[in-house]
């Protein structure tokens, strides 16, 4: 398929795909607890079988055109991801999002890796609009998209009832206009 190198560190942005399964299992396990604390991504990815599927419902998510799934390697080994939970390229608008383990944090990985997906949604895809959500709780999430130069539009109180608690969610987003202009000026 293809891989893009993030940086000199030996961080590279790939699709990942359905024969990932073992390899996303084995990331999933390493960081569960830390990557299950705001979100649910991949809490369901129990086994063999159940990863798999996981990542094949992105793939066919890909096929329709509705969403992306993207590994994050650093130096060989699955550390993370980036999706597009959301893809409507009708409307223009698209949510993409982030997981890590332990492992992949502190690095900018997730900024360089969604700055990558943004130029192509924006550029390639022409799509309009890029939200980020996080739970208010998530520091981390919101700091990236603050990095991203996304401007925060607001809070959707109480709307994500999560481990017991319902959570704020921040809707955070950034409109091609405004990514040229921050990219041109040399400023995202």
């Given at each position: 398929m293809y891989a893009i190198s993030l940086g000199d560190d030996g961080a590279e942005l790939r699709p990942l795909e359905p024969w990932h399964a073992a390899e996303f299992l084995a990331h999933l396990d390493r960081g569960r607890e830390f990557i299950t604390r705001h979100i649910p991504f991949g809490a369901n990815a129990t086994d063999l079988g159940s990863a798999r599927a996981t990542l094949q419902a992105y793939a066919d998510k890909r096929a329709a055109d509705s969403g992306f799934l993207h590994g994050l390697w650093l130096e060989d080994k699955l550390v993370g991801g980036l999706l597009f939970r959301v893809f409507d390229a009708a409307t223009g608008t698209c949510e993409?999002?982030?997981?890590?383990?332990?492992?992949?944090?502190?690095?900018?990985?997730?900024?360089?890796?969604?700055?990558?997906?943004?130029?192509?949604?924006?550029?390639?895809?022409?799509?309009?609009?890029?939200?980020?959500?996080?739970?208010?709780?998530?520091?981390?999430?919101?700091?990236?998209?603050?990095?991203?130069?996304?401007?925060?539009?607001?809070?959707?109180?109480?709307?994500?009832?999560y481990r017991g608690v319902r959570q704020d969610t921040e809707v955070w987003a950034v409109l091609a206009p405004e990514w040229r202009e921050a990219r041109a000026r040399g400023g995202r």
């Open positions: 993409i999002g982030c997981w890590l383990e332990p492992a992949g944090t502190g690095r900018g990985l997730v900024t360089r890796g969604a700055r990558v997906l943004v130029d192509w949604a924006f550029d390639e895809r022409g799509m309009h609009r890029v939200e980020w959500r996080a739970s208010s709780a998530n520091e981390a999430s919101i700091k990236v998209a603050r990095r991203l130069g996304m401007i925060r539009e607001g809070v959707l109180r109480e709307s994500f009832p």
